[in-house]
């Protein structure tokens, strides 16, 4: 078998620039590549390394359900949760819940939407 590596993971969008837009304000998300002649794709990267793609939903052929009910999550790690969610909530995103805390483990967690309902779980640095 082949070695695999790791790429970015691609959230299609139905509005492009609105979701662009809010990963590069709400989240920080830089812009490292952006491409919009023949179809529309945003490379966005974190200072820390995460990568994400944008694409439009609606050049792939696709129309996006019920996002809320999506069967993969993504999933981001803060030193300050609590902190993260009063930034998050202050942008005007959508808080789903938390922060919440584990005390068996010891760790807090909660999830935010992007505007199109795409979630994210978010942990904070104890979490195992």
């Not at 990568?51 to 999506?70: C, D, F, T, V, Y």
């Not at 009063?86 to 805390?101: C, I, Q, R």
């Not at 483990?105 to 992007?114: K, L, M, P, T, V």
Request: aromatic share 10%.
């Amino acid at each position: 078998m082949q070695p695999i590596r790791p790429r970015e993971s691609v959230i299609l969008a139905e509005d492009f620039k609105v979701l662009v837009f809010w990963y590069r304000e709400v989240l920080g998300f830089e812009l490292t590549r952006l491409a919009e002649d023949d179809f529309h794709f945003a490379n966005l990267e974190t200072k820390s390394g995460i990568k994400i793609g944008i694409g439009s939903a609606k050049q792939m052929g696709l129309e996006p359900g019920n996002r809320s009910k999506a069967s993969v999550i993504l999933q981001l790690e803060v030193d300050d949760l609590p902190e993260f969610f009063e930034d998050v909530a202050a942008s005007g995103a959508n808080v789903l819940f938390g922060p919440t805390k584990d005390t068996k483990e010891n760790f807090s967690f909660g999830a935010i939407a992007d505007p199109e309902g795409n979630q994210w779980w978010v942990v904070d640095k104890d979490c195992p």
